[in-house]
């Protein structure tokens, strides 16, 4: 009997904290290791989307589409040209309309849920990017998810936030998913040159514990252009430290998912 894809969410409500590219590497990472992966677009900036070769000016069906019930979640599906994974894209046409139209649906909150049903035996890991700030599609996310990991910026203020995400987690963790686990902390943009990053570190860890803490992603200016070649780091930049950083991120995820699954290593 094959395995059900494990949801992972990634999410933060502070905009720059790397998440899209978080998702884009660690899934070009695990789809070079052979695994079957889709990336789930929900940020209306649609980064991912574009990243992963989507004309994002053109006029497609997207995620939002699929979760009105407006197209079956199939038709959203892109394949990409590299084939480390597929999306389900964004479209930066979405609007506040989109949101009315959500929240009239019964069970808003279990949208997502359903449209990933129809992929969850297709894939091993369902990879998804949320956006800052529309809080009824993070809560989608969070809902259709077993795992969430949090990548954060190394500065004092994203500690604030977390602890504000940490609540957040919990409580749909109590009234909508009791499945859900926040699995890891990423550490992203890391300087290893800067003394108030080690000092934040050093925080997060006394604060949350070590086994919370992914292996960080440092800084590298390969990351940062990646996506205008339109592919994930490992494809852009093997030989990186980017690269090393992303396969150590995936290998902390991967074993996160398995003892949640209680499977030996």
Same mark, same amino acid.
Not at 66 to 76: E, I, N, Q, R
Not at 137 to 150: C, D, F, K, P, R
Not at 184 to 192: H, K, W
Not at 202 to 218: C, Q, T, V, Y
């Given at each position: ?65 699929? %979760? =009105?019930? *407006?197209?079956? +979640?199939?038709?959203? @599906?892109? #394949? ?21 139209? %959500? =929240?009239? *649906?019964?069970? +808003?909150?279990?949208? @997502?849920? #359903? ?21 009824? %599609? ?28 940490t609540q957040t987690i919990y409580r749909i963790n109590a009234a909508f998913n009791p499945d859900l686990r ?20 050093k925080e997060i860890h006394e604060n949350f514990g070590d086994a919370l803490i992914s292996p960080r992603i ?45 499977e030996s290593k």
């Amino acid at each position: 009997m094959s395995i059900m894809a494990s949801i992972v969410t990634f999410a933060n409500k502070k905009g720059g904290s790397g998440k899209t590219s978080t998702v884009v590497n660690t899934g070009g990472v695990l789809g070079q290791r052979g695994y079957r992966v889709l990336l789930v677009d929900l940020d209306p900036q649609a980064h991912l989307s574009f990243w992963s070769g989507v004309n994002t000016y053109d006029t497609y069906l997207s995620v939002y589409d699929a %979760l =009105l019930g *407006k197209c079956s +979640p199939k038709d959203t @599906l892109y #394949k990409t040209e590299h084939g480390l994974y597929d999306v389900l894209p964004a479209s930066t046409s979405f609007s506040s309309g989109f949101i009315k139209q %959500l =929240l009239d *649906k019964p069970n +808003p909150e279990g949208c @997502l849920t #359903k449209v990933l049903m129809d992929f969850k035996n297709d894939y091993d890991y369902i990879l998804i990017d949320t956006p800052p700030t529309v809080a009824a %599609l993070t809560l989608n996310a969070l809902a259709a998810s077993g795992y969430v990991m949090i990548p954060i910026l190394l500065n004092f203020l994203a500690i604030e936030g977390l602890a504000q995400l940490t609540q957040t987690i919990y409580r749909i963790n109590a009234a909508f998913n009791p499945d859900l686990r926040m699995s890891g902390i990423i550490p992203n943009q890391y300087d290893i040159r800067s003394n108030h990053s080690k000092r934040v570190i050093k925080e997060i860890h006394e604060n949350f514990g070590d086994a919370l803490i992914s292996p960080r992603i440092r800084n590298d200016i390969k990351i940062a252009e990646a996506p205008e070649y339109r592919i994930p780091i490992n494809l852009f930049a093997p030989h990186s430290r980017g690269c090393m950083d992303f396969n150590l991120l995936a290998d902390f995820i991967l074993e996160k998912i398995k003892s949640g699954r209680g499977e030996s290593k």
